[in-house]
């Protein structure tokens, strides 16, 4: 049985907000907006809010997956009891380094692995509870899943991040606040100090109990203490200061998504961080912070595998739509794939995985702006350093920049003969802020710059798609920013149809 997803959405949310003002407890560079600011004002915070080298490696590991693995995957379920007995937990041909070349194949950097699901069936041998795999038939009761999958992860080159819910439906002393939040935080210290380095630390916000059921008061900051002190470099995420949920489950992405948040905002909401948004933040006297988005959403229905679904892996148009919208949209594709009962990814979303990554290495292959002349209507105090050739240079540390108050700016790019092209990929210096609010580009057509395709916001990175090109000059136009503008790279791509 699959519940539906709908009824967890007012129960992640209430959650987010409480989770978003502990995030201010951490205030690296968050700043106090105030009622009596004026609009320049709030501007010139807006962009001094700055990532943390934390938040830039996450964001440098654009396309992440999500590994479902559990209770569930032997019961057919999405959300367990917490009642279901450990002996049903028993992968036949339980193998990490087929996950790895799965996900590999498609592209991805990192994954993020169930460690304990809402059921509070325990992936690992922890010693604060028999729920879990020690008292299962697989590999005698001696197995853990979380070492092997964090091993072939990092032998792969890939990140490994923890999901643990914080919703335990097994632990009898939750709802008992202060002993549940010591057995959660002794679970984590469990997870942060044996499987190597953690990148992220997933906290879901979901909590099914009813209005009868069990009041558990979540020690956010505790929690937050345990990871800081024992894995610093781990983003966390969702309930979490580090990574925002993007507010939905289906991989539906926002037109402009904005890094830099106010706090107090709902997280399903369509304008996070626009000049309006800001705003009212100011009136209420709101903090800002760093707060990225991440897109999470299944390759098929359930988060769960389930063979029911095994004719329901979505198709590689939606997924690339959606890989195009998140990683494309300035935020984090986290794309869920569910091993099977055998303890390996089905072939179903083997093949996906492989469409997805001969796709993605087809269309990003050469990059046709590389090297291209370039020259900008401004150029922040005439510096070489923030020269508009920064932006072709192959390099995504150097940047083109204009000066303070200078807020439109063009990029024109020449190529020594006609290139042809579908596809364009723009990033901002983010270690700088996030500042661009509108820009287009441009195609030169007989003897006329023609608007091939314009949107807002930029952040790390936006991707653009249209209709194919061929020219032999290109021009960036910026037509709104936050006090001045920043522009790492700049690429465009002939992308094959999507068989
Ligand atoms: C939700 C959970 O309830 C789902 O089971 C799943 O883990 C998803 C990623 O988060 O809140």
């Known amino acids: 049985m699959i519940e539906s997803m709908r009824t967890k959405a007012p129960i992640i949310l209430a959650v987010l907000v409480i989770a978003m003002s502990a995030a201010n407890a951490e205030k690296s560079s968050a700043v106090e907006l105030g009622p009596n600011d004026s609009p320049d004002q709030i ?26 693995f559990g209770m569930n995957t032997f019961t057919d379920r999405e959300w367990g009891e917490g009642t279901e007995d450990e002996k049903l937990f028993n992968p036949t041909d339980f193998d990490a380094r087929q996950w790895m070349r799965a996900v590999k194949a498609a592209g991805i950097r990192m994954v993020i692995l169930t ?47 923890i999901y643990v819910s914080p ?17 959660m935080k002794n ?50 995420a969702i309930c979490g200061p580090d990574v925002r949920w993007c507010g939905n489950e289906a991989g539906s992405t926002r037109a402009s998504e904005w890094s830099v948040i106010p706090g107090g905002i709902d997280a399903s909401a369509q304008d996070v961080g626009s000049r309006d948004v800001l705003a009212a933040a ?56 569910p091993p099977d009962r055998r303890g390996r990814i089905s072939d179903h979303d083997v093949q996906r995985l492989q469409e997805i990554g001969d796709y993605l290495r087809a269309t990003f292959a050469t990059n046709l702006a590389a090297g291209a002349k370039a020259s900008a209507t401004n150029v922040r105090g005439h510096d070489p350093k923030y020269g508009a050739d920064k932006t072709v240079d192959g390099d995504a540390e150097t940047y083109w920049a204009s000066d303070d108050g200078v807020t439109e700016a063009a990029i024109t790019y020449e190529f020594a003969a006609p290139k042809t092209f579908n596809t364009a990929v723009i990033q901002e210096q983010i270690r700088t802020g996030q500042r ?49 503008a920043t522009i790492a790279n700049f690429g465009l791509y002939e992308a094959p149809a999507i068989p």
């Open 43 to 68: 501007l010139a915070k807006a962009v001094s809010v700055v990532p943390s080298d934390r938040q830039i490696a996450w964001q440098q590991v654009e396309f992440a997956a999500f590994l479902h």
């Open 167 to 183: 919703w335990d439906r097994h632990d009898k002393s939750y709802g008992d606040s202060a002993v549940y939040n010591e057995h």
């Open 436 to 484: 661009i609010e509108e820009f287009a580009l441009y195609a030169w057509a007989d003897g006329d710059w023609k608007e091939i395709a314009h949107a807002t916001t930029v952040g790390h990175k936006r991707i653009l798609r249209f209709p194919e090109v061929t020219t032999e000059k290109v021009r960036l136009r910026i037509s709104q920013s936050r006090v001045s």
């Open 282 to 337: 100011a009136k209420r006297g709101a903090w800002l912070t760093w707060h990225p988005s991440e897109v999470d959403t299944s390759i098929r229905p359930g988060w769960f595998y389930h063979a029911s679904e095994d004719d329901k892996v979505r198709p590689l148009r939606d997924l690339l739509s959606i890989y195009f919208g998140s990683v494309g949209g300035n935020a984090q594709l986290l794309l869920n794939i």
């Open 115 to 161: 460690c304990k699901h809402h059921d509070g069936f325990c992936l690992w041998p922890s010693k604060y509870t028999e729920h879990c795999v020690r008292n299962s038939p697989w590999r005698d009761g001696k197995g853990d899943v979380v070492a092997e999958v964090a091993k072939a992860a990092h032998e792969a080159g890939l990140k490994f991040g």
């Open 187 to 236: 679970q984590l210290r469990e997870l942060l100090t044996g499987y190597g380095e953690i990148a992220e630390v997933w906290f879901d916000g979901a909590c099914g109990e009813g209005p009868n059921g069990k009041r558990q008061e979540y020690d956010w900051d505790g929690y937050y203490g345990v990871i800081r002190e024992l894995m610093p470099k781990a983003a966390i």
